[in-house]
């Protein structure tokens, strides 16, 4: 499986508050945020297939973050 790049990881981290982050930390939050994107995305096609669309939009991206958060 691919996971995002581990550059805007660091990113995100620093912007969290992290003056500094291993490389394996980097990696984790990597591995842990592609499996959460995944599991929003699927939720997202379900919604967009129930409404009768092939086209996922924002709005069911949205509407899954509610729910599960």
């Known amino acids: 499986m691919e996971t ?3 550059a805007p990881i660091g ?3 620093s912007n969290a ?3 500094r982050a291993t490389k394996n930390a980097k990696i984790e939050l990597s591995k842990e945020l592609t499996e959460l994107g ?3 995305a699927a939720e ?3 919604i967009a297939k129930h409404s ?3 086209t996922v939009k924002a709005s069911d991206i ?3 973050v509610k729910l599960k958060f």
């Open 11 to 13: 990113r995100i981290l």
């Open 17 to 19: 508050g992290a003056p």
């Open 44 to 46: 997202a096609v379900k």
């Open 62 to 64: 949205e509407l899954v």
């Open 52 to 54: 009768g669309r092939k």
């Open 4 to 6: 995002l790049p581990i």
């Open 38 to 40: 995944n599991e929003i």
